[in-house]
């Protein structure tokens, strides 16, 4: 059974950082599209980074020079450091993964397997 476990949300000034994890059991990362998503209430769930089976990443335009998404194949861990933080980065923050090549990798309706989420506040 596929399980991923997000931990490091919490709450933070504008300005400040915080470095997301997301620990996966029962799926192998090293063959798997993996990536970060959120969702601001009253919000669509967005894309805001990915990374492909050969390592390339892919960001969402307002993230962009601030977020940098990496993964430790060896243990199964997604990482998500975001600095520079911004009001406008308030929101649930989700880790997935899917075995095949999305049509759009940017996409949350691609991913198949989905982590419970953590809050992310950004406020002063």
């Known amino acids: 059974q596929v399980q991923l476990v997000e931990s490091g949300g919490g709450s933070v000034q504008p300005g400040g950082s915080l470095r997301l994890s997301c620990t996966a059991s029962g799926y192998t990362f090293s063959n798997a599209w993996m990536g970060w998503f959120r969702q601001a209430p009253g919000k669509e769930r967005e894309g805001v980074a990915t990374v492909d089976r050969d390592g390339r990443t892919r960001y969402a335009d307002p993230v962009k020079g601030r977020f940098t998404i990496s993964k430790d194949n060896a243990k199964n861990t997604l990482l998500l450091q975001m600095n520079t933080l911004k009001s406008e980065d308030t929101a649930v923050y989700y880790c997935?993964?899917?075995?095949?090549?999305?049509?759009?990798?940017?996409?949350?309706?691609?991913?198949?397997?989905w982590g419970q989420g953590t809050q992310v506040t950004v406020s002063s």
């Open positions: 997935a993964a899917r075995s095949s090549t999305p049509l759009d990798a940017m996409d949350w309706v691609w991913y198949n397997y």
